[in-house]
């Protein structure tokens, strides 16, 4: 039995979909990453019960944060972005979190921006507060051992591959690092929206939604790029396909990125059917119904779409790109970042 809800939430249900397509679904993965993180910090005097932590969140993470705090008697402050509905907030202002959201702004990489520079206002005034840094500090990577864990051991880690959308790179980086441990051969297929820094797609622009919390106008150091052997950018009309085709073939329902993850799997399955794939759905698809599930008579059959395949990030394009990137380093405007990975 569990103590507290969030213990509950950080274990996934691994689900067998397709032949050789695993599905590691979570209701809310940044539970996982956000408990063990707190967890940490307590064990190590960093923080004490009765402290605040602050962060920036497009959502997930300030949910998961508010739970972590809410379970360790911690105060929790969200600067919160324009995604951050009003339904979360209730949910955020009621585990006791003070929510400050930002004004709205056509550009992501202006939120982001703002949001951080926020923090490091709030932190010039309280001192006392602990940034908890999801985007750089890998004490996040922490709370994907068991997770890695379940997977060797409902699995195993021959012939592996790991699909899931890259975000701050905790998790998909955390799974990957834990499962190499056993098996260095374990591959790692990376999902990036356009518009994002993180491995070079900044340059090409989604005219439709861009999917939340997956990828970054802004360097972040938890994605540790060398970690990587191919990546996928998908749009919003795919990953909505793949989404769709989540839902209504497997009865799955879950976000953008699980979409974009489920499409990216089943073809990284064609490319080599000899491999399991793993692929991550981070959360449900409630906040998406009205700006993208209720546009399901739109979309074609994932067996309709294919990406096109790429030799550099110059050549990509929507709705769906894809590229081998051979565990290479950070682009030069993804490695410059704002502080360092700090040492777990």
């Known amino acids: 039995m569990d103590d507290h809800i969030a213990d509950a939430l950080s274990r996934p249900a691994l689900l067998r979909l397709d032949d050789g397509i695993t599905c590691l679904r979570f209701e809310t993965m940044k539970v996982v990453s956000a408990l063990a993180a707190v967890r940490h910090l307590l064990d190590r005097g960093t923080i004490a019960p009765g402290d605040t932590l602050v962060d920036s969140s497009s959502g997930i993470y300030a949910h998961a944060l508010a739970l972590a705090c809410h379970r360790y008697g911690l105060r929790c402050h969200i600067v919160a972005s324009t995604t951050v509905d009003r339904t979360l907030r209730t949910q ?18 202006l939120d982001q921006n703002r949001r951080v520079a926020r923090v490091q206002e709030i932190l010039r005034a309280n001192p006392r507060h602990h940034w908890m840094r999801q985007y750089h500090d890998d004490i996040h990577y922490l709370g994907y051992r068991p997770i890695a864990e379940l997977v060797h051991r409902e699995l195993g880690t021959g012939d592996l591959t790991i699909v899931g959308g890259v975000g701050t ?22 999902v990036q929206p356009f518009d994002s820094v993180t491995f070079g797609s900044e340059h090409v622009h989604d005219p439709d939604i861009i999917i939340a919390g997956i990828g970054s106008s802004i360097p972040f150091a938890n994605v540790v790029h060398e970690f990587y052997d191919t990546m996928h950018w998908v749009g919003f009309h795919a990953a909505l396909a793949g989404g769709v085709a989540l839902l209504r073939g497997h009865a799955v329902f879950a976000g953008l990125s699980a979409g974009a993850a489920y499409l990216a799997a089943r073809w990284e399955r064609r490319v080599d059917p000899s491999r ?10 409630h906040r998406y119904v009205e700006a993208a599930y209720s ?12 990406p096109r395949q790429i030799a550099s990030p110059a050549d990509m394009a929507p709705p769906w790109s894809r590229m081998d990137w051979d565990r290479a380093p950070a682009p ?4 410059a970042v704002d502080g360092v990975r700090a040492a777990s």
């Open 276 to 285: 399991q794939v793993v692929f991550l759905a981070a959360d449900t698809g």
């Open 169 to 190: 790179g905790a998790s998909t980086g955390g799974l990957a690092s834990y499962l190499r441990e056993s098996d260095p051969d374990v591959r790692l297929v990376g």
């Open 332 to 335: 030069a405007a993804a490695s």
């Open 295 to 306: 546009r399901h008579r739109e979309v074609p059959g994932p067996e309709h779409l294919a």
């Open 92 to 109: 955020l202002e009621i585990l006791g979190a003070t929510v400050e959201p930002m004004p709205p702004t056509p550009s992501l990489k």
